[in-house]
């Protein structure tokens, strides 16, 4: 299990939008060079959604579908995969709003397959890895959203609400 707390100078509702962003999910992946391939693309995912990705991770191209389980926005969102590399993956987003600042927090639980050499590499180098990948996604999220960055995504999402 992975807790990552990061504080970030903006309101609640846009470190949550710019969180459920496809679009901006794909910006911060850009080393992994993730791509939405199925399910919602672009845009914005809600509940019951899917999104399936394509990535390079360790110099090997993965896929995975994530459903969207749980949506209570503003305050949290929970991500599960479905099919993927994993032996399972589940992501819990949480924001809490104090009086300057929204603390955006990450539960990030995961186990990958093959039994104990699974559990070895999990311990000695996924798991540094995927902190070190969602502490990445987590300054992009910080960066946009206390910057006017915000604008352009949240934009999309004017666009992505009038086309429903």
């Known amino acids: 299990m992975i807790e990552l707390r990061t504080k ?6 846009r470190c949550f939008d710019l969180s ?8 911060s992946a850009t080393k992994s060079q993730e791509e939405a391939i199925d399910g ?9 959604e899917t999104v399936t990705w394509k990535a390079k991770h360790f110099g090997i191209w993965h896929k995975m579908k994530v459903k969207i389980t749980e949506f209570d926005k503003p305050n949290y969102f929970v991500d ?21 600042h929204t603390i955006m927090i990450d ?7 093959f039994g104990f050499v699974g ?15 969602l502490i990445e996604r987590n300054n992009v999220i910080k960066n946009f959203a206390e910057t006017e ?4 995504v949240l934009q999309l999402k004017r666009r992505d609400n009038k086309n429903q």
């Open 107 to 113: 539960h990030f639980d995961f186990s990958s397959p």
């Open 119 to 133: 559990k070895l590499f999990d311990k000695f180098f996924l798991k540094r890895y995927m902190t070190n990948f």
């Open 8 to 13: 970030i100078y903006a309101p609640l509702e």
């Open 80 to 100: 599960e995969m479905v099919e993927g590399t994993f032996k399972y993956m589940i992501h819990k987003h949480e924001f809490v709003q104090n009086e300057k």
């Open 40 to 48: 919602i693309t672009e845009g914005f995912i809600k509940m019951g």
């Open 149 to 152: 960055k915000w604008k352009q």
């Open 20 to 27: 459920t962003s496809i679009d901006l999910h794909k910006i």
